[in-house]
């Protein structure tokens, strides 16, 4: 699934139009995006973990010439699975639906700005 088939998937799961679905989802990104450039972890029960991992220098090679080079520091997102996705997906091996869509249904209007949720969610 690409973002576009996200969006598509959660304006239908979600009765909104594409345009709304698009601009939650990449409101969602974008958080989630300048929580992990802060360095700070993202976590989100029984789904998964992202966190960013500090590397040091290190000295690798050059896949073409062999000779070794230094590797300078850098930091990587890393994504840890979740218990109960780690389960779902084995449980379910070779089937195409691996989990039930949400129940929750999210409600947006644009003159207050405000949102709500049904008592499922």
């Given at each position: 699934m690409n973002k576009s088939e996200l969006i598509e998937a959660f304006a239908q799961n979600q009765g909104l139009p594409t345009k709304t679905a698009a601009s939650i989802v990449n409101a969602i990104l974008d958080t989630m995006i300048?929580?992990?450039?802060?360095?700070?972890?993202i976590e989100l029960r029984g789904f998964g973990s992202f966190i960013v991992k500090e590397y040091d220098t290190y000295t690798g090679?050059?896949?073409?010439?062999?000779?070794?080079?230094?590797v300078k520091p850098k930091k990587l997102p890393f994504?840890?699975?979740?218990?109960?996705?780690?389960?779902?997906?084995?449980?379910?091996?070779?089937?195409?639906?691996?989990?039930?869509?949400?129940?929750?249904?999210?409600?947006?209007?644009?003159?207050?700005?405000?949102?709500s949720a049904n008592e499922d969610c």
């Open positions: 300048e929580t992990l450039v802060r360095g700070d972890n090679r050059n896949p073409k010439t062999g000779a070794q080079i230094l994504f840890k699975v979740g218990k109960e996705l780690r389960k779902s997906i084995d449980a379910n091996r070779g089937e195409r639906f691996l989990v039930q869509p949400s129940t929750c249904h999210i409600e947006l209007t644009t003159q207050d700005a405000s949102s």
